[in-house]
């Protein structure tokens, strides 16, 4: 093919396509504890029992998210089995949702350029790419507050409502910031005042009430309508007052059941990483569009994105996924700003040393960590290298398509080769597989540990004891517990060894491989007075 048959919209379209691969190849990789494993056996749990009302965690009343994640994946069990991508494939849905909706409304805003790049920009993000693989809520509130802000934009109430009461059901009424504020900006900044009071704000929010009301029912029955159930250690918890209050103001305020202690610059460091490769010219737009003031073509994106982040870092709870939810916004502010850059040079340089540190992180990575081939993912990668030297564009869409590939790149390298051989190590999977394949459908007890992926991925009855039953016990603990069931006259036989260490808190010591074993602990599976 020659370069001047090669346009920048086809480049851009077919970059799309593999970055939306590169979110796929999350999705095969085994879901990760704790909140990972966590959310997908409360929705197990529901399809199990046929209880779509009541969540339940280790049998015990669990009150901390919304119900519709949970929802989504008890659906998706009912269609495709209790396996990893059943779980994945909703949230996978949404935020490609998502994706849709940025190109939609960056498209409306900027044409249809910069809403090509807005959609490149967004799905390497890096801790969007993560959010693919270890599945929270994170993926549904980005395809769900970006397409209701994009609704009510274009004054389309029912289905902006209905995205935005669905991200109320997701994390609770907070949701509704980046929605209300893209549009308060909006108003504020351009003189609107009749449109920031006009009456179908108030029937937005009227249908926003009315379609919450499954979630309020669900926490009425469980809590509301039981004071006799302790939560929190205490009996009367509403859960309807939970919803509005404790788990978002509460949280905000550090006054609820569940605390934090947040630091105001935890999201400005987070950003660097969480936005990379783009991160730095991130920073460059939204100062530069403070600058313009009164100039800027629109204000959706900046007071959406910057009243949230600005209220997250005042917050006392943080976890660098917040973020996610704004990377929409963040996007198009991104993507027009490159798109209007005099002098490539500045661009160029930055954007080479970030491709120059991806480049050294694979190779330095895959030489510390050591993991297992996968040919299929190497041979990928090394297409993708072939394909960022013969890129056949020039100037700033040179650059711009060939930082999308690095990060496609090191994403393929995470999701094909690091992350699978470091789920080798977190124990409760690992002793789920082995159970299910040679077990077939013993129960499994756990005695003084615990495992969320355990309690998912086994295909047999789950236990906890505090102390053994009478009679023979198949259990997962740990090699210090089995001793002392050892010294009380039990006979234990170790029937396997699994490696332990708790994978979404990786340190250098684990990452390196001449220092794992020492970072590594033991998980046990044991058969208790079976002889």
């Known amino acids: ?207 926003v009430c009315v379609f919450i009301t499954p979630e309020l029912y669900a926490l009425y029955q469980q809590f509301d309508a039981h004071p006799e159930k302790v939560v929190f250690g205490q009996t009367g918890v509403s859960g309807i007052r939970f919803f509005f209050w404790d788990s978002q103001f509460g949280r905000f305020m550090n006054s609820g059941p569940i605390k934090g202690s947040g630091d105001p610059s935890f999201f400005l460091h987070t950003v660097l990483w969480a936005f990379l490769p783009w991160s730095i010219f991130l920073y460059v737009a939204v100062i530069t569009f403070i600058r313009k003031g009164r100039q800027a073509r629109e204000y959706y994106c900046i007071s959406g994105a910057l009243v949230t982040f600005l209220l997250f870092s005042l917050s006392k709870f943080q976890l660098p996924h917040y973020l996610n939810i704004i990377f929409p916004f963040f996007s198009i502010l991104t993507a027009q700003y490159i798109l209007s850059i005099k002098k490539e040079k500045t661009f160029r340089i930055t954007q080479y040393i970030i491709i120059g540190i991806i480049a050294a992180a694979i190779p330095g990575l895959w030489a510390l960590y050591r993991p297992q081939i996968n040919f299929v993912a190497v041979i990928l990668i090394a297409i993708i290298i072939g394909v960022f030297i013969w890129l056949p564009l020039k100037g700033i869409a040179r650059v711009f398509f060939r930082t999308c590939l690095a990060s496609a790149a090191l994403n393929l390298f995470l999701n094909g080769l690091f992350y699978p051989d470091v789920l080798r ?43 053994l039953p009478p009679g023979p016990s198949l259990i997962y603990t740990t090699s210090q517990w089995k001793d002392s069931l050892v010294a009380q006259g039990h006979h234990c036989k170790v029937l396997h060894a699994f490696p332990h260490f708790p994978v979404t808190k990786l340190d250098l010591q684990f990452v390196n491989f001449y220092t794992r074993d020492a970072a590594v602990d033991k998980r046990l599976l044991v058969l208790v007075d079976s002889f």
């Open 425 to 467: 190590y977190q124990s409760g999977s690992a002793v789920a597989f082995y159970a299910n394949e040679n077990l077939k459908g013993g129960a499994v007890g756990f005695y003084r540990a615990h495992s969320y992926a355990l309690t998912y991925y086994l295909n047999a009855p789950q236990l906890s004891y505090d102390t």
């Open 1 to 207: 093919m020659s370069l001047s048959s090669v346009s920048e919209k086809k480049v851009s379209l077919w970059m799309i396509g593999l970055l939306v691969f590169v979110h796929i190849s999350g999705l095969p990789v085994t879901i990760m504890e704790p909140d990972g494993a966590l959310y997908a056996g409360i929705a197990k749990h529901m399809v199990q029992h046929h209880d779509y009302l009541n969540l339940f965690v280790d049998g015990q009343d669990w009150l901390d998210k919304p119900h519709f994640p949970f929802w989504m994946a008890a659906l998706s069990y009912n269609l495709f089995g209790f396996t990893t991508f059943a779980y994945k494939l909703p949230a996978f849905l949404f935020l490609m949702l998502g994706v849709v909706y940025t190109y939609r409304f960056a498209k409306d805003l900027y044409g249809e350029q910069v809403a090509r790049w807005s959609v490149c920009i967004l799905l390497t993000a890096e801790h969007l790419v993560i959010s693919s693989t270890d599945v929270r809520a994170e993926p549904y509130l980005t395809g769900l507050i970006i397409g209701s802000v994009y609704h009510l934009y274009k004054r389309q109430l029912l289905p902006g409502a209905l995205l935005a009461a669905l991200a109320v059901m997701t994390k609770g009424p907070f949701a509704l910031v980046p929605i209300g504020f893209a549009l308060i900006g909006q108003f504020i900044f351009t003189k609107q005042w009749k449109e920031l009071f006009h009456l179908r704000w108030l029937i937005v929010a009227l249908l």
